[in-house]
């Protein structure tokens, strides 16, 4: 993986739009690839699913509460990357409460099957989900990946939550930093 250009795939994301009226001032934006990643590091975890107990409970809000420390190790942005629509994606944010992280909606999960990481978990009900794993990515080319152990679509519940923490992140980022 180290070394490999990201995918290029859009993302079908919602964007606040002041001029739109209602309750719902948001419209729909393509995003590719290329406008998230170009000229930019960037810090890349991925989860089974936005409210599911461990990315709810752990891994996403500790993101959020290293974000500062992560930044000033060099790094542009934060992305969260899930295989859940852009609708689903904003009510678990903001319930939350995340503030700084983007959340990127992979709905159809073309990003993660491009990448090599989508997995079946039917047998919970889910569909297709990716697994959990992390990266850096350095203007659009991976320089660093983390995964899980065990990646599966053998119909068992392991959902490991060891490698793609922000502690194991920010040990790599300051060894970068040092080298």
């Not at 409460?97 to 990127?104: A, D, E, Q, S, Y």
Request: aromatic residues 12%; hydrophobic residues 35%; charged residues 25%.
């Amino acid at each position: 993986m180290i070394g490999r250009k990201l995918p290029e795939v859009v993302f079908k994301t919602r964007v606040r739009d002041e001029s739109i009226e209602g309750s719902n001032p948001f419209r729909w934006q393509d995003v590719s690839t290329g406008d998230l990643f170009n000229g930019k590091r960037v810090v890349v975890f991925s989860l089974p699913g936005a409210f599911t107990p461990t990315c709810s409970n752990k891994q996403c809000p500790s993101f959020e509460l290293a974000y500062d420390e992560i930044k000033k190790l060099g790094v542009d942005e934060i992305y969260c990357i899930s295989v859940n629509d852009a609708f689903v994606m904003y009510q678990w944010g903001k319930g939350l409460n995340i503030k700084r992280i983007k959340l990127i909606p992979d709905g159809s999960g073309t990003f993660t099957r491009r990448i090599g990481m989508l997995i079946n978990k039917e047998h919970l009900g889910f569909g297709y989900r990716s697994w959990r794993y992390a990266m850096v990515v350095n203007n659009g080319v991976i320089e660093k990946w983390f995964e899980e152990p065990g990646i599966n679509d053998d119909g068992t519940d392991e959902d490991p939550y060891e490698q793609t923490d922000p502690e194991t992140m920010i040990n790599y980022l300051q060894q970068a930093k040092r080298g």
